[in-house]
């Protein structure tokens, strides 16, 4: 997950490829609590793993359920075990939400029904949704709610619930605002409804049938088989008796789906497709984990994406996109039935004919944020023209190229803003998309950014890349991984790769002189080398990232890096690292030769005392002992040689910005060449 303040997206050309989606948000959560109400132990599959599972695993945690293994591993199932359908007498807990309303509304529900002492808190955005509809109706039956802020919205204290006052009446509930609070009340009242039925009367019309519909089916695989009476009334069962199913598998989200859905509508083909008769490959996007058998709701949101120019294929777990119509076709659609997915069919709004029109949406005005609202700002930055009313809105995209704006995209902790407006980065003015606050995206897809790259293509020439080049300690590999985490960029330490060269070739026994340059040359190339994620360094099975930071593997380095066949076997390699969104890219010529085109090169230098009292300082600090004019001897032998060899020698780049760190701390250059970086973007400051 990017955890950045912000995401660059660099334009993009095109998309192809095959992406694993996480479980449903709604199906995961309901699958919780109703494995924690049960009786007997439920193993989970394929939950999502993301903000709102987790604060739900927390509070079910709280709550007594026996949870193994206690947080979500990949590829792992979880056991809960239930706590049979009631609590022990006086349970009490204070219960952190988050800003979850798959767990706030149900669980409010359930442990009202339950009875003990809780208090329901959340994130200062979970007290401005409406929560008093299903208040209302938990008091008719004789729950105790209070509120502690504002009436009608969290932060709730429940206590012990007095059901002798319960007439056996209709429970009635409204239904226009949310249907999260009807599904709240079918997942809480057969914890009640052991010796009579209960029926739930729906107030006004029900909007987002589809949730409900998940909600019964759920229902019916924890043994609850609901009387679905025309969407209006709902009668569960005298007898009703929490069972686990054993084993469940969470469907992937479909709501998730509908960025790549329409992902696969935009970008599998390209405006330059001008002879497609001829194309050999015909491009598409492959989602695995949900297809046409899928109980969401939001699965519609084919039907949308086909309407505006889509070619969707599916099968009972999969969908196949591709372009269909281009320009995408303005449509004008009642998106009640799909509240989630429509707002992807906004930023699709941006590359259709005309004017898209999305209607009975008002559930967005009280989701996350307020989502038409979001929306609607957001989309006028990119240059779109826009409408809003109360439960609709009405999206023009820009007239030509030259009318999209670059915008630095305001996420308002909500993921689906965030997800969505990534598709603006397929604009064809070619102009970067900055997401702001890129880890709301954690609440149902931690990893969508990291998914998007990977079917994502585009020129290489819009890949950005900061150079940070200079001599020996001058502080290069500590800035540019602090840019790079700054960034979410990739990272090449392209001296590591010399290191490496020069400590194989030692091992080998060979000289490291031009007597076996072409031997070394060879084995540069075929290097096993691979960098994890925690920057270890390993050399096939070996972990040598240790081994190559001595300082005699620094000079080898020096020495290896001379021979022009050694630097020529390893420029593809370090190319190779120019990947989606951006790379930091650190040496003695990354901006003179192997990235001459980066946007940013920085020089970055110190004075040769002040290079050689900071190795002194970092290696005594990993406790190798070392003597300051040693140090500084080998360091100015080091540069010698560096700065003149014939082939790549270390120099500023003609137009490179200098950077003398000697009487710098990290934190200032860091902010030194984060605002370098800035000054170059369209976006202004952030
Ligand atoms: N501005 C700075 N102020 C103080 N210390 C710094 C500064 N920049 C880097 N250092 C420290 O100097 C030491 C050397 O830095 P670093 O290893 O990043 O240099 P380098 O240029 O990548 O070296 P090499 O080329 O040998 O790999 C580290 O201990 C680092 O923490
Ligand atoms: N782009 C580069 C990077 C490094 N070298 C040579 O490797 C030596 C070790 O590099 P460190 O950055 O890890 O210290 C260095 O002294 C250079 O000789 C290079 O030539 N080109």
Redesign the pocket.
């Known amino acids: 997950m990017f955890t950045t303040e912000f995401l660059d997206l660099p334009p993009l050309d095109s998309a192809q490829g095959s992406v694993t989606l996480p479980g449903s948000k709604s199906i995961s959560n309901r699958v919780l609590l109703l494995a924690a109400l049960s009786h007997g132990t439920t193993t989970i599959h394929d939950l999502l793993d993301s903000d709102d599972t987790q604060v739900m695993l927390a509070a079910l945690k709280q709550l007594g359920c026996h949870i193994t293994p206690e947080t979500v591993l990949p590829g792992q199932p979880i056991a809960v075990t239930g706590i049979g359908g009631q609590l022990p007498a006086d349970t009490a807990a204070t219960l952190f939400l988050g800003n979850a309303g798959t767990a706030m509304r149900p669980l409010t529900a359930a442990l009202a029904v339950l009875g003990g002492h809780f208090e329901m808190t959340g994130v200062p955005r979970m007290y401005e949704r409406p929560i008093g509809d299903l208040v209302d109706a938990l008091r008719q039956l004789g729950c105790r709610i209070d509120y502690l802020r504002d009436p009608g919205f969290p932060p709730l204290k429940i206590g012990q619930p007095d059901f002798s006052r319960w007439s056996d009446a209709p429970i009635q509930v409204r239904g226009d605002v949310s249907s999260q609070f009807l599904t709240s009340l079918l997942m809480a009242l057969p914890l009640q409804a052991t010796d009579k039925a209960i029926t739930i009367e729906v107030v006004g019309e029900l909007i987002s049938k589809p949730y409900i519909h998940i909600t019964l089916e759920l229902l019916a695989r924890f043994g609850i088989a609901v009387e679905n009476d025309s969407w209006q009334r709902f009668v569960i069962p005298a007898g009703s008796r929490y069972r686990s199913p054993g084993d469940i598998h969470v469907e992937a989200d479909a709501s998730s789906a509908s960025y790549f859905i329409a992902l696969g509508a935009i970008a599998t083909g390209t405006t330059d497709d001008a002879d497609a008769d001829n194309a050999t490959e015909r491009k598409s996007i492959r989602i695995l984990g949900v297809g046409q058998d899928s109980i969401q709701g939001d699965i519609r949101f084919i039907e949308a994406a086909r309407a505006m120019g889509a070619q969707v294929e599916s099968g009972p777990n999969w969908l196949e996109v591709s372009r269909g119509n281009w320009p995408l076709k303005a449509i004008d659609l009642d998106c009640n039935h799909i509240p989630d997915a429509a707002m992807t069919l906004g930023v699709m709004a941006l590359y259709a004919d005309g004017t898209t029109s999305l209607r009975n949406i008002a559930s967005w005005r009280v989701k996350e944020t307020d989502r038409i609202a979001a929306m609607a700002i957001e989309l006028r930055k990119l240059g779109a023209t826009v409408e809003e009313g109360a439960d609709y809105i009405r999206i023009t995209p820009p007239a030509k190229a030259s009318d999209w704006r670059a915008a630095s995209i305001h996420t308002y902790d909500d993921h689906r803003v965030a997800m969505c407006f990534s598709l603006a980065a397929f604009n064809p003015a070619k102009l970067p998309v900055r997401i702001q606050d890129p880890k709301c995206v954690g609440k149902t897809f931690p990893d969508y950014f990291e998914a998007l790259f990977s079917v994502c293509q585009t020129e290489t020439q819009h890949i950005p890349v900061i150079c940070i080049?200079g001599?020996?300690?001058s502080g290069?590999?500590t800035i540019a991984a602090e840019v790079a985490k700054a960034l979410g960029y990739q990272l090449l330490?392209?001296?590591?790769?010399?290191?490496i060269t020069?400590l194989a070739a030692s091992r080998a026994g060979l000289a490291l002189d031009d007597s076996n340059e072409e031997t070394i040359a060879e084995m540069a190339l075929d290097l096993p080398v691979r960098f994890d994620a925690q920057q270890r360094v390993w050399l096939g099975e070996e972990d040598i990232s240790a081994a190559?930071?001595s300082e005699e593997?620094?000079?080898n380095?020096?020495?290896?890096?001379?021979l022009p066949a050694v630097?020529t076997a390893l420029v593809d390699l370090?190319l190779s690292f120019q990947t989606l969104p951006g790379l930091v890219?650190?040496?003695?010529?990354?901006g003179t030769?192997?990235f001459p085109h980066a946007p940013l090169k920085v020089y970055l230098w110190a004075s040769a005392q002040c290079r050689a009292e900071r190795r002194h300082k970092q290696l005594i600090s990993k406790g190798i002992s070392a003597n300051i004019a040693t140090l500084l001897a080998d360091l100015e032998a080091?540069?010698a040689?560096?700065m003149n060899?014939a082939t790549?020698p270390?120099k500023p780049a003609e137009d490179s910005l200098q950077l003398d760190s000697s009487e710098m701390t990290i934190e200032d250059v860091v902010a030194q060449v984060l605002s370098w970086w800035q000054e170059r973007q369209p976006f202004g400051r952030a």
């Open positions: 080049d001599p020996t300690a290069k590999g330490d392209s001296g590591a790769l010399y290191r020069g190559i930071r593997a620094g000079m380095a020096s020495r290896v890096s001379a630097r370090q890219a650190d040496g003695r010529d990354m030769v192997i080091r540069d040689r560096d060899r790549a270390l």
